[in-house]
């Protein structure tokens, strides 16, 4: 999945649960005209989000944090599968010295 994908699929999840009563305004690769993008990402984010709408607890704070937290066993899954191929392809010094960089990269 393309990191960008990854964080705007927030946007569309929250139109999926939201659309019709807030007007969300989606990035251009999201448009109807264009669908550049995969929507099963953001329909596996607005799962969680259809819950607390149902339960009655989607407050502004939980709205917005829990999608974050959906895309935790994904980043963590991510994490460990880069540490396992470092340390295969690499010494593990330098795996170390690869995870590092890549986990404190702004990028």
């Known amino acids: 999945m393309q990191p960008d994908e990854h964080w705007q699929s927030i946007e569309v999840a929250y139109k999926a649960v939201y659309g019709g009563e807030t007007d969300v305004w989606l990035p251009w690769e999201?448009?109807?005209q264009y669908r550049l993008r995969n929507?099963?990402?953001p329909m596996y984010l607005s799962i969680p989000l259809h819950i607390v709408k149902i339960l009655g607890i989607d407050?502004?704070?939980v709205v917005r944090n829990l999608p974050y937290l959906a895309h935790l066993p994904f980043v963590l899954i991510n994490d460990w599968y880069?540490?396992?191929i470092c340390t295969k392809l690499l010494s593990h010094n330098a795996a170390r010295l690869a995870?590092?960089?890549f986990f404190f990269n702004c990028f």
Do not use: G, K, S
Request: glycine share 0%; proline share 7%.
């Open 30 to 32: 999201w448009l109807p």
């Open 39 to 41: 929507a099963i990402y």
């Open 59 to 61: 407050t502004n704070f």
């Open 82 to 84: 880069y540490w396992r």
């Open 99 to 101: 995870f590092a960089l």
